[in-house]
């Protein structure tokens, strides 16, 4: 479950694993795109399993911060592991501190926020950074442009370093 641009990447990586991946969203077309299924943002698990009649070893939530978010219930229901991995930390703190309960493990893609959120929690919070697959995340021979890029979301902080950033160095 998340949304479907970093989801894909995990979904993709998998299958190349040789895993046989079941993926939901709610930031697909209703009707599913391809391998990956339509849910209602507020999706009953253990309800979509039954509905697809999968009997998965794993289940594998990925949150970031596309809308609409995802928020699974029924958890405590399932008789396989949970596994949950919040990728924004650093912007959705205020509720990834709380996901931590929901399932059997827990991690953050953001190292500086696992020991604040442990304060929470007798779960154990692992670190699970972003990193790229050399299938996908490779180079494509283009000319360089730019000594240095930024691919995010701008936001007031962000832009006031930038800002900084300008002032010693041509960017």
């Known amino acids: 479950y998340s949304s479907v641009s970093l989801s894909a990447i995990v979904y993709e990586t998998l299958l190349q694993m040789g895993h046989q991946v079941f993926f939901f969203s709610p930031n697909v077309p209703k009707e599913g795109l391809g391998e990956i299924n339509y849910c209602e943002p507020l999706v009953n698990v253990p309800e979509t ?12 939530f990925v949150e970031s911060s596309i809308h609409p978010l995802v928020f699974p219930i029924g958890l405590e229901k399932l008789t396989i592991p949970s596994c949950w991995w919040g990728i924004d930390n650093h912007m959705n703190y205020r509720w990834h501190k709380d996901y931590v309960h929901l399932f059997d493990h827990a991690f953050f893609a953001q190292r500086d926020y696992i020991q604040r959120a442990a304060a929470y929690t007798k779960k154990d919070i ?9 299938l996908i995340h490779k180079d494509y021979g283009l000319d360089r442009i730019h000594d240095c890029t930024f691919v995010g979301n701008l936001n007031p902080r962000r ?13």
């Open 49 to 60: 399993l039954v509905k697809f009649q999968l009997q998965p070893d794993l289940l594998l």
């Open 126 to 134: 692992h670190w699970l950074p972003l990193a790229c697959n050399p």
């Open 159 to 171: 832009e006031k370093f930038f800002e900084k950033l300008k002032q010693q160095t041509p960017i």
